[in-house]
Structure formats: C-alpha cells, structure tokens
C-alpha cells in the first residue's frame, strides 16, 4: 500500500507535460518550464547561484579565458558523464571509466611513437577502448557479476595495465603533431575543439536516447528490466554494446587527455574521473536504480561541477578541499533523489 | 479455554470473518485462491493490521500493531516458504531473535545444547542435527526448522499455512504427530490446506471462507468432502457473466510434449477463434508453463507450433516474432513502466516497427497509443499521462494494448483480471470475446473459476505440472474444476490422463 502512494507522489512532483498535448493556449514560459523541467531548473537556480558568489569574489572569473578554461576543463569528464547517464539509465554503474581512460592515452603516445600517424594512433586506442568496455559488458551479463564488483575490477585491472605498459611513466610527445594540437588548442567559430568533442557527443546520445526505440528500450530496461524482458528486448546484447560504447567513450576521453597534455598519461589526470562523472549523472538526475534521467541534465550538472571547481581554485581553496566538496555533493544528490522517490526505509535497502 | 474470535470488514480480502480455535484443536481452514486465507493469517500474525473488528486471545482484547505483539500473545504462523538463515547452523536459526545468550555473550556450544534438548523433546533429534547449516536443508527440515522457531516461548495458537506442500508422505506423516502432540498440549491449531484427506484425517472443525466472508464452520466428523466443495464454490455468478460461444476455426497453435523444471510433458492445441481457459490451484504450473511458451523459461524438451510450422521459441523475443503475446500475472512487477507514459507503455513491443532508420515516428506512435486509447476505453486525461496515475483496471487495459499492438496470432493472459473492478472487468471479457471473434487463438489463466467459466471454449486443468483433464466449456462447473485441480475425484467429467 505504501509504496503505491509514494509512486503517486513521486509522479506528481515532476509530471512531464506533453509538448503536442499542451495546446496554444499555453505561455510560452509554460512551455519553456516543461521542456526544462524541475530537477534541471533548480540546477539552472544552482548554476546561477554559484556563479553570482564566485563572480562577486573574483571578477576574473568572467573573463573569456577562465570561461574557455572551464569548457575545456568539463569537456573530457563531460563526455564521460554522458556516456555514464545511459550506463546508469540501464540500471548500471561503470566505475572504471577513469582507469580505461588512462590506458587509452598511454596507448594512443605509445603508437603515435611508433610511427608519426596520429590517425592510426587513434583508431588503436578507440580499439582498445571498445575491448576494454565489451570486457567489462561480457563479465557483468555472462559472468552475472553485479556491475559494481564487475567495473571495481577492471578499475584496478586497467590503471594497472597502464602502469605496466608504461612503466608508470608519461609516454612520448604529441605536441609537434598538428591532429593531436589541434584537438588540444584548436577552435572552430571561436569555441575549443574539445568543448565542441563534449557538444557532438552530447547530442548524438540525447537523439539517440530522446528519439530512437534504441533509447526508449534503454528506459525500460532501467524501469523494469522484467517487462522489458517479456516484451522481448534483448537485455544482454544492450548491456554489452552499452558497455563497449562507454570503453569508446572512455578512448576519446584517453585521447582528449593525450592531446591536452602532450603526453600518454598512464594516471594523472584520468584518475577521479569515474567519480566526477558518476557525480554529475546522479545530480543531474540520473536515478541509481535505473529509468529515468536525461542527457540534459547530466550536461547542466557537468557545468555545475566545473563552476564549482575553477571557483574553489580561483578562489584559491585547497584542492584537498574539492574533493571532500565532491565526495558530499554526491552523497547529497543521491539522499535529494532518495527523497524525491519517496523512499523512507529503515535499515539496509 | 482460549478463545479467539476475529472479525474484519475490510475492503474485499475480508468481509466480516469470524474464527473461533479453541484450545487443543485443530481448525482446519479451506477456501479457493484468494478467497481470503492469506490475508486472515496476515492479520492473526500482525504483519496487517484489520481495518475493522476485534481480535481476543484468552478472552482479553488485543491489538497488535507488528508481528512482535502477535509473537508475545502466544501467536505463530509458519508459511508455506520457510525463512531459513543460509548460512548459520538450524541451532541459530531456531533461536534467530531469542539466542539465549549470557551477560551479553553468546555460546556456541549452548545454542546448540539447547536446540538438541527441544529437537528430542518433538521427536524430531533424528530427523535433523543442531549444526547442520541452514542452507544443507531438505524442504522439510526448512519447515521443521520454522516450526521449531515457533515453539519458542508460551505458545497459544499456531497456524500452518499449507504446510504439507513441499513434504513428502513420510515427512507428513512426522508433521501429523507433532500437530496431534500440540493438540494435546493445549495449543489451538489453525491448519490451512487445499488437501481434503488431510483435513478429514487430523482436524476437529473445518471454517470454510469464500470470497473474503465466512460460509460456515463444521465439525469435520459430520461434513463430506463433496460438501465443502459445494460450500468453497457455491456462487452463482452465471447471470453476471454470460459465455459467449465462439467458433474455432484452424489450429493456431500446437504444444507437443513441452517440458520445463516446473511444467511436465504438456501437450495441447488451441484453434483461432477459441478461448482456452487453464485452471488449476496456486502452484499447479500454468504460470510456468505461459512463461516456457514465450521462451522465457528454459525449454528441455517439446515443440511449438504457430500456424502449422515450429517455430524456435528461446527468448520473449522469438515469441513476439513468432506471433504469441503473454499478458503476465503482475502488471506492475512484470509489465508496467510505471514512470514512463500511458503512450511509452503501449508502444514497448512495436517501437522497432513504428521506426524509420531506428528513429521512432513520434505522430504514428501517438496515433497507435490514441486508438488504443479510443478501442479499449482507458481512462486517461491524455496518452503523456504516467501509468502511476491511473487506475488498476486502466493499467491493465494498457498492458493488454501493448499486447495487441503487434497483432499476436496467440494471446496467453495470465490472470487478466486481478485487483481489477467489475466494471473493467466486463470491459476486458468484451474484449477478450472480440479478439476470440476476429480470429485470435487465446489462452485465459485464471485462479477465479468464474472467470474462466466465463470466458472458456475449452479448459484445460493443471495439477503438479502437468496437465490433467480437458473440459468443455459448457459441460464445466466450479465443482468439477476443484474437484480436479485438487486431486479429489471427479463429478461429471472425463479425465485425460
């Protein structure tokens, strides 16, 4: 009985209204509202409010150049927080994104070196990447291993691997070749190339959620993996392929990094990226359980989160500080989405 | 003399019931599925507080607001699934809340010391050993070890919710005794079971419940087995649903010896245009056996035909491809998204077909939601609106759309009517009889023999995985249909095996 009536609350509190059902009668801001919806308008609030205390401590942060720093910067976590909404959409959780990413960067310097061809380079890492991703899919539906235990794992595996081929150490330089500059410094129409990586795959997984029946199924899996089954999705070859989409995603992150620093960087600056991305999907909205969660909102959190931490540094707050600020953002965003579901157990769920 | 009477006037599960156990006897309680048994030893336990009535043990009023309350005024109900600690010993599991521990430490040694002493006081140190772990147990010892949990502490009344069903003879037999020991002790014994020779062998009276009320209570010496029958059917609904005779034409579908873990060796066919109804108690394996059509259980051996040829059915998948839908027993649990929209909802099994280049056509999807809308009457304000909001019946006119909208050559609906109003309720037989009238091939199971009456061209009823008689519509009755799903000799019936 009880659980009925918190479903009919929670699906009160954030009733979609249809766009084609809305009529014309509607305000233009009504419409505007919905499309932009409740969870992502208190992040916009958020956002908004973030910016107004840093800005009034340090003007500099509204300069162009901080601006581009902070695209830059969420760029590469950016994109693996998207590729992790449809992961955690599925019901999912992949915890070695971060550790993939660095693999892929060693690996990507270490072929560059063996021939001069960035291109070839990177068609190997994304490779790598995809292998990395079907191993992690292949273990959780095959090996029935829950997702977290499965991406533990392989966390531990892969940073290893990346140690190990690399000997610990940054690999090669790329900063002579004008593919892996132009991805570093490059813009177009006056925005970074990298910001312009995190734009296309953003909205390449927004359509692909938002308007193809591969995306619906991804929500019903997520929302009843059980009437998902009986109507006849195939749930393991979605959960393998979804896994592997996310080694690739994890690649170009692995390259992004490369061309940014110049170098293939086995650890520094790839680890923590699982818990930022994991980070922005949950308070975007993203529910742990699976179902439900949009690609905006992972986005709009994204921003959030790089705000927040171009702020705390530009406001010179201890980098020790940021993370405990992000450890208990993520809590935070997880107990508010406890709550919007209505869940009010005792004890272990 | 303890004395227990209880009255409810809850919503439907239970209507005013009234129960009195005496001490040092055995009540035995009877009634079809769903006719309320469940929920009265729900409410004796505490697990569900009654809406109305009252509740006395030994002659004084009480309110239990949790199991705990129930447990210290003496009350225990063992259920059919046994709660057993896999991996602590049965010694540990007897005593799970009540360790006998001294100033805070517990040993070992004396858990087990004290679960030997009260296994050899039940005669039953032989059937079980003290630190055996949980999860090494038969089926028998898990129920041994539930009832040894319950004799823990002063013990009132204990009630047995099937407890034969996963023993065998012998084991039966053990349990017998033991009951008959209680009776002797004083203990009022509550024994639920659809097994007739069982309740005629051990009890004192027999309280039979029908649709959540109390039809009567007799002592078992001066009843028979086809007088309780009559008593646990005994409705008249004919009047309220009026069957509808279709006409067969082809075969559609052909089952050929289909074998699973749960369902034995089931041979049937069902023609288009004809409604099969499958009976048979809780338990039987007609769930099990719509699951093993549509390739969601393992198959180890039989065949499926659609439309003459056989068709490789190993996943839901295949099924829809094939042409057989399977409307599931819980609409929530097994169909519904219930976040996602009445529209989203429909549309789960045709997106691939509704999509041009894997982009789903968001007008025709629209229209093909609408039109379900329109030809089933969901109530709904609009096809955006999340299944959460609306009613049960809607919700089950929603799955059933998403069922139809691949235009199945087979439809399996598995208890297509349950927490459903009347009212829906007629409109769904419309339309079951509507799709019977254009052909469709449809397999109704349903615990509400009138439902199935309703409904049925044919029934085919199912005891242990197996199917065991075939009855024609018209000449079926609710007595028959009991009386073969629970193993008691037939009335007016022919038996197929």
Redesign the interface.
């Known amino acids: 009985m009880s659980s009925q009536v918190h479903?009919?609350r929670?699906?009160?509190g954030r009733?979609?209204?249809?766009s084609?059902?809305a009529g014309v009668s509607r305000s233009w801001l009504r419409t505007a509202l919905n499309a932009i919806g409740v969870q992502n308008l208190s992040l916009l609030f958020a956002l908004a409010l973030l910016v107004i205390v840093i800005g009034s401590q340090n003007p500099n942060f509204f300069l162009v150049s901080n601006l581009r720093t902070i695209g830059t910067a969420i760029s590469i976590v950016g994109i693996l927080a998207v590729m992790q909404t449809i992961i955690m959409l599925l019901g999912g959780l992949d915890i070695s994104v971060g550790s993939a990413a660095g693999l892929t960067s060693v690996v990507s310097a270490m072929v560059f070196m063996t021939n001069q061809n960035a291109g070839v380079s990177i068609l190997v890492a994304l490779g790598v990447g995809v292998a990395a991703g079907l191993f992690n899919g292949l273990v959780i539906v095959y090996g029935r291993v829950n997702a977290v235990i499965a991406t533990l794992a392989t966390y531990a595996g892969f940073r290893g691997l990346a140690n190990l081929i690399s000997n610990g150490r940054a690999q090669g330089y790329t900063g002579t070749d004008p593919i892996y500059v132009f991805i570093a410094r490059g813009s177009l129409f006056g925005v970074p190339v990298l910001i312009w990586i995190l734009v296309c795959v953003a909205i390449f997984v927004h359509c692909l959620l938002r308007?193809?029946?591969?995306g619906?199924?991804i929500?019903?899996i997520g929302?009843?993996a059980?009437?998902?089954?009986?109507?006849?999705?195939?749930l393991n070859r979605y959960i393998v392929v979804c896994y592997a989409l996310m080694g690739l995603v994890a690649a170009i992150a692995g390259i992004m990094l490369t061309a940014r620093t110049g170098s293939g960087q086995p650890t520094s600056g790839s680890q923590g990226l699982e818990l930022q991305a994991i980070t922005a999907a949950a308070l975007g909205g993203v529910a742990m359980q699976g179902?439900?969660g949009t690609i905006a909102g992972t986005v709009i959190a994204v921003v959030v989160l790089g705000v927040l931490q171009n702020g705390l540094t530009i406001l010179n707050v201890n980098s020790f500080w940021q993370d405990i600020a992000q450890g208990l953002l993520l809590v935070a965003a997880v107990i508010v989405q406890q709550r919007r579901r209505g869940v009010r157990a005792v004890g272990l769920p | 003399m303890q004395n227990v009477s209880k009255g409810f006037a809850g919503v439907q599960a239970l209507r005013d019931a009234s129960l009195e156990v005496r001490a040092g006897e055995i009540m035995a309680l009877m009634g079809e599925n769903g006719a309320g048994k469940s929920t009265l030893l729900k409410i004796l336990s505490g697990a569900h507080k009654q809406d109305n009535g009252t509740m006395l043990v030994a002659g004084n009023v009480q309110e239990f607001s949790s199991p705990d309350d129930a447990h210290a005024a003496g009350i225990r109900v063992i259920y059919q699934e046994p709660e057993v600690i896999p991996h602590v010993s049965v010694a540990e599991n007897i005593y799970v809340g009540a360790l006998p521990a001294r100033g805070g430490l517990f040993s070992q040694r004396r858990v087990v010391e004290c679960a030997r002493a009260e296994l050899a006081r039940y005669g039953f140190d032989n059937a079980i050993d003290a630190e055996t772990l949980g999860r090494d147990l038969s089926p028998a010892q898990r129920q041994l070890v539930e009832i040894m949990r319950a004799l823990i502490g002063e013990v009132r009344i204990i009630a047995f919710d099937e407890p034969t069903s996963s023993l065998s003879d012998v084991e039966a037999e053990r349990l017998f005794e033991l009951i008959g020991t209680l009776r002797g002790a004083g203990v009022g014994i509550i024994y639920v079971s659809h097994r007739m020779p069982e309740v005629f062998r051990i009890a004192d009276r027999v309280t039979v419940l029908r649709d959540g009320a109390v039809v009567q209570t007799r002592e078992v010496s001066e009843t028979t087995q086809e007088q309780l029958v009559g008593l646990m059917v005994g409705r008249d609904l004919s009047g309220i649903f009026h069957r509808q005779a279709h006409e067969p034409g082809d075969v559609v579908l052909a089952v050929e010896g289909l074998t699973t873990d749960d369902v034995e060796d089931c041979s049937f066919e069902v023609r288009g245009g004809e409604v099969i109804g499958l009976a048979g108690l809780v338990g039987a394996g007609r769930s099990e056996l719509a699951h093993a059509l549509i390739g969601d259980i393992p198959r180890q051996a039989g065949r499926i035909l659609v439309d003459g040829t056989e068709r490789r059915i190993a996943n839901p998948g295949d099924a829809v491809k094939a042409g057989i839908g399977l409307v599931p027993e819980e609409r929530k649990a097994q169909a519904l998204l219930m976040h996602r929209s009445v529209r989203d909802n429909i549309c789960l099994t045709v997106l691939r077909k509704l999509s041009v280049m894997r982009v789903v056509r968001q007008g025709s999807e629209r229209a093909l939601a609408q039109s379900f809308v329109r030809r089933l009457n969901i109530r709904t304000s609009s096809i955006e609106n999340p299944v959460a909001n609306l009613s049960g019946g809607n919700q089950q006119k929603v799955v059933l759309a998403r069922w139809l909208s691949p235009k199945p050559r087979v439809l399996i609906l598995d208890e297509p009517t349950r927490g459903v109003d009347v009212g829906a309720k007629a409109e769904i037989y419309d339309v079951v009889n509507e799709l019977a009238r254009d052909g469709m091939a449809i397999i109704v199971i349903s615990s509400e023999l009138p439902e199935i009456l309703a409904l049925s061209d044919r029934v085919l009823v199912m005891r242990a995985g197996r199917i065991v008689a075939e009855v024609p519509g018209r000449e079926a009755t609710e007595q028959s249909l009991v009386a073969l799903a629970m193993d008691h000799e037939p009335v007016t019936t022919k038996e197929l095996t």
């Open positions: 479903i009919k929670d699906t009160e009733q979609e209204t249809p084609s059902y308007y193809t029946d591969i619906r199924n929500y019903a929302g009843n059980t009437a998902a089954r009986l109507a006849g999705i195939n179902g439900k």
